[in-house]
């Protein structure tokens, strides 16, 4: 049999940053490249304890089919919560409980853009997302980020130039790769060419709630008095991302076309998961969660950059200071040569991912590295470090 | 704000049934159009109990990140039990673990295809499937269901005029909403069209192991050495349809496309479900379940004929026998009008589904509608019959 495949994914080329891996799979491999949260950050006595209950007092609740806009109680909480501590969301919008914040960047691709319209990202942005917008046939505009977020000058002259643009996506806290927030200046201008232009923005915000110095920047939603946002929140990072659960609060008519288009896809979220993550919101210390995370994290971010002055540094590799999030981007020196250097420090047994893995072009030439600081141990840290330091001698002059 | 949403969601149209459904929430109502399980069907002691041993033993393991083939062991055995079982699956397929087999649907249709393409499909088909279909710009050519399943001839003469046909989409056992199966020969028939005109077949098994009475009928999948069967399985009718679990087994260019439409969609499918659902088929007595179900359900179906041959028959009603699922088909008289007849009938406090909403043409003229007997206790079955007699005095001659 000769299979004929879809347009849109004939074009999704495999990942450059697959091959790489392959090898952080080995064990002796010290992974860098990974975003996953630290073990110890989960609730695990708090999950037991709600799962069992679950089982005693509703356990056909949690077993039965529910509804795809999600668990009204859950949908409730997270409403209040939102407007509460972010002042997200007002009687316009309505909020649409996801499996996982990946498939909000799928609902809201295939809601909203027809094959050849440009969804303008960060460049670099999470390729997570940039696959999903690819995989609608989207075309892909990337605009560079600046220590305090997106470059605006270049940001209006993309939206001059691509008449078809439907959405402006960006991660606003701690952005993914970069670790870069984004000013509250930035914020209200990109609102304000968003409106001029008549483009949605979708903001992503998994790492918001983990800052760990500096002001709280608000939400860009929070500025959104014409519904031009579509606000996209995630369980992943602050109870688990094993459960699937994430929420997306968008104005009322897009809100219509993303249950139409949730129902489609998988009828709707675990409901175990939905369940679990209302109780843990509600009825545990939900902000002392988020606090502990803080403190873990920020911990974890200090250390590594500790590491990183004293052996990364010297050798001329950059760093942002980290003040959030769980990644930061690692520049090398120009004359280096990136992909190569990647691929030596994997052979060398520490895994980062090149940071052309993010750009909407992978082929464009770039000399960062993202790493990550929440999923290794701090042993695993100061060897990872080591090791890069190691690798990097090799190549700097 | 003035949205501008895809082409692909801007041809959904809101579904004629809706409307009805909205009836179906008021609790005096009784509702025959659902599709839920049995809440006595649901093996609650044992999830209970797996669960809290999940969080014993392996605690991270539900909570962090998993890949987005599946869980491992849930992928192994299932390829074990279906191919043992069903001889379903050889060393040229690989399985891939779904949040639940909606998006099986969405997942295939994505990767197989463009606007325009053709999808054939079982005229009455499952409702969802067919909006997942539609929600890619597919066109739907729907076949005629007869009593052993497709007609064939039509099927035939479906491919012969569309040249741009990529998918059969079969329900072959119990289909939903007809309760149909269709025959061996008709089968062997199918697959040896779908070689010849090139086209892949995509056979959704949700109620395969719900068989009340009659022969098995082998699985098209097991007929299937050249690789053009997507077999679609789920746990949603055998263990909990709450969990969104269900496996696609597919030839393996398929299966890598369909791991990348997923990695885009939603990562990964929850992890406490998949492992559920993996400690409960190997570790209990998954077989004796199977076996309570089919007990509790063809009792149900039996009640159901019983009702539906001393109020509706002697009016001309006319359905056909239940021999597995959880749906059957009943037909009014030609003189009546189907619409309306539903209509007074959730006026008349009993709901059930309007055949012409399981069309590819929901406009087509349709004299059908489709009852469920899983969901409702027999006391609200029995006054569900009862309701739909009293209504249909009404409109019979």
Redesign the interface.
């Known amino acids: ?9 004939q074009s ?1 080329k495999p990942s450059a940053i697959r091959e790489i891996f392959k090898y952080a799979a080995d064990p002796e491999v010290v992974s860098l490249s990974a975003g ?2 630290s ?1 110890e950050a ?1 609730p ?1 006595k708090e ?2 304890e709600i ?2 209950k679950l ?1 005693e007092d509703n ?8 509804i795809s806009e999600g668990y009204p109680l859950l949908r409730s909480a997270l409403t209040e919560y939102m407007k509460e501590k972010h002042n997200v969301g007002t009687d316009e919008d309505d909020i649409l409980i ?3 914040a ?2 909000i ?2 609902l809201t691709a ?6 050849g ?1 440009v969804i303008i990202t960060e460049a670099p942005s999470f390729i ?1 997302s940039l ?2 917008f ?2 609608y046939n989207a075309k892909l505009v990337g605009v560079p980020v600046e220590s305090d977020g997106m470059d605006m000058t270049a940001l209006e002259n993309a939206l001059k130039e691509n008449k078809n643009s ?1 959405i402006i996506y960006t991660i606003p806290n701690f952005q993914n790769p970069s670790g870069i927030t984004m000013s509250l200046e930035k914020r209200k201008k990109m609102y304000a060419l968003a409106k001029e232009y ?1 483009v ?1 923005i979708l903001e992503d915000n998994p790492y918001g709630d983990l800052r760990y110095s500096g002001e709280y920047v608000p939400c860009i939603k929070s500025l959104d008095t ?3 946002v579509i606000y996209a929140g995630s369980m992943s990072k602050v109870i ?5 659960v994430a929420y997306v609060i968008a ?1 009322k ?2 809100f219509q ?1 993303l249950v ?2 949730k ?11 939905q369940m679990v993550c209302y109780e843990f919101m509600t009825k545990y210390d939900f902000d002392g969660h988020l606090e502990k995370l803080r403190r873990i994290y920020s911990k974890k971010a200090q250390y590594m950059m500790d590491l990183m002055d004293e052996y990364l540094v010297p050798l001329g590799i950059t760093y942002s200071k980290i003040t959030g999030g769980l990644f930061t981007m690692c520049s090398l020196p120009k004359y280096v040569d990136m992909p190569q250097f990647c691929k030596d420090a994997v052979l060398n047994k520490v895994c980062v991912v090149p940071g052309n893995a993010f750009l909407t072009d992978e082929s464009l030439e770039c000399h960062t590295f993202r790493v990550n600081f929440s999923t290794p141990t701090d042993e695993q840290l100061e060897k990872g470090i080591k090791l890069l330091a190691e690798t990097a001698k090799k190549f700097i002059k």
């Not at 688990?240 to 699937?244: A, E, F, L, V, Y």
């Open positions: 049999m000769e299979y004929k495949f879809s347009d849109r994914v999704l996953n949260p073990p989960f695990v999950i037991e799962s069992k089982f356990p056909i609740g949690v077993l039965q089919y529910g996801t499996t996982g990946q498939q960047m799928d295939k809601a909203l853009v027809n094959e319209d997570g696959n999903t690819r995989s439907k008549g949605l014409e519904g031009i688990s991302p094993g459960m699937r104005p008519p897009v076309k139409v288009c129902q489609s896809n998988d009828v709707h979220t675990n409901m175990w998961a």
